[in-house]
């Protein structure tokens, strides 16, 4: 069991999807984004972003919509359709795609016919090579004509928002789904050939105990998960409005969170899963736990990856998209990202150009995060010292020569310790979710 060091978790911090992280963002300089596809080489990775769910839950700070409104949706599909061809005429010949995901949003809120109709334009202007695609599903709204469909289009990888089995705690969130429903589910996918499951689920969620958390981890062991994310609940309502629906007095204390991801982490780990990082999961057999396994797990915008390309286009509003040099975002609003690709014009003017010091904090950041353990520059370890030495002290962290090593103990404190290295968070600071 971990020990909770309350002072050490005091400081909210980014997740480092990136780094730089999505809070350092700035206006780029016109033609940055076009520049970069336009210079893309090797094995390029693409993500769609579809921005509607039939329910919009109370703890979502995902950019979505309803997806009631049908002219809404084409109207944004029309605009999804365009961005592709343009996207497409700027990637070099030399490029190929070999990674699809789409996200939401619930990709499957919009048509069978329109997703396929999306694969379509995929295969008709992108260098495809044999793509693996995966795809996010919201299980209240999963059918059997859409597991027909994934399987046509042989999508190997899916993951599905269980979050929570507890119905009280689902009623509190505004996710309400049955277990018959959520079986169902994972009946369809093995059926249509889904090899790698995943299944996301919160702790720290409204009303949640211990044995609330228990019960999801073994009904996710039941069911098969070959994959598990196991995230805290971020509470800022500030950011995302909707959340003001969740009481804040029914969430969970800081020590209980701990508890629980401490919970989380031994029940699955004895339940046979690998760790992946701090919060994700994997059976042996899966490629994320083979990626741990063989040192070559990543970190994107789409969280822990066995991912080794160096490009992700992001493709839809607000998708971000990265490459060695660049970080670039989608312009967030639904309407004016439409007008925008109607005029065959890219919408990503947010980002940062990643500097050559950028790349190299980035590098520490990520394999600390992503394999436990990091080679620290003298410069950057005179930098962090003083700050790193509690979490020395606690033995939460080893540092032997310039190899900085984050201990089984630490594994709660990694993006704390990761964040020691971040020089935007000193120089700007902004306001995060809890550290756990």
């Not at 396929?116 to 599903?137: K, T, V």
């Not at 211990?210 to 994310?229: F, I, N, P, Q, Y």
């Amino acid at each position: 069991m971990w020990t909770y060091h309350p002072e050490l978790l005091a400081t909210p911090v980014p997740r480092y999807t990136s780094y730089p992280t999505a809070a350092d963002f700035g206006a780029l300089e016109e033609g940055s984004i076009e520049r970069a596809i336009a210079s893309a080489t090797g094995d390029v990775s693409l993500y769609l972003h579809i921005p509607f769910c039939e329910q919009i839950c109370f703890y979502c700070g995902c950019n979505t919509g309803k997806s009631g409104k049908r002219a809404r949706v084409e109207a944004y599909l029309a605009a999804l359709h365009q961005e592709i061809a343009t996207v497409a005429s700027l990637l070099p010949q030399t490029a190929r795609v070999r990674r699809v995901a789409f996200g939401g949003g619930s990709p499957n809120a919009i048509e069978t016919g329109e997703f396929l109709a999306l694969i379509e334009a995929l295969h008709a202007h992108f260098p495809m090579g044999s793509p693996a695609i995966a795809i996010e599903l919201d299980p209240r709204s999963l059918t059997s004509d859409w597991a027909s469909v994934l399987s046509g289009v042989r999508v190997s990888r899916a993951s599905l928002g269980v979050q929570t089995f507890a119905v009280h705690c689902q009623k509190a969130i505004g996710r309400e789904q049955s277990l018959t429903m959520i079986c169902r589910s994972v009946d369809w996918l093995r059926g249509a050939g889904v090899t790698s499951l995943n299944f996301d689920l919160m702790y720290g969620l409204p009303h949640q105990s211990e044995a609330d958390l228990e019960d999801s981890l073994e009904m996710t062991r039941k069911l098969g998960a070959d994959r598990v994310a196991v995230f805290g609940y971020a509470h800022v309502p500030h950011l995302v409005p909707r959340q003001t629906m969740i009481p804040e007095g029914a969430l969970p204390g800081a020590a209980a969170r701990f508890a629980m991801a401490a919970q989380a982490h031994d029940t699955l780990v004895g339940a046979g899963y690998a760790r992946v990082g701090f919060d994700h999961f994997a059976l042996p057999h899966d490629p994320m736990a083979r990626a741990v396994r063989q040192g070559t797990l990543r970190r994107n915008f789409q969280g822990f990856t066995d991912d080794t390309a160096e490009v992700l286009i992001g493709l839809g509003a607000s998708a971000v998209s990265g490459f060695p040099q660049l970080l670039a975002q989608n312009e967030k609003h639904t309407g004016r990202y439409r007008q925008l690709s109607d005029e065959g014009r890219l919408s990503a003017s947010h980002g940062i150009a990643r500097s050559p010091e950028d790349q190299r904090r980035g590098a520490v950041i990520e394999a600390l995060l992503c394999r436990d353990a990091a080679a620290i520059a003298p410069d950057l370890l005179a930098e962090v010292t003083e700050r790193l030495a509690p979490f020395l002290a606690a033995g939460l962290a080893r540092l032997e020569g310039e190899r900085l090593e984050i201990l089984p103990e630490g594994l709660p404190y990694a993006r704390v310790i990761a964040a020691l290295f971040d020089s935007y968070r000193a120089a700007a600071p902004r306001r995060f979710s809890s550290a756990i």
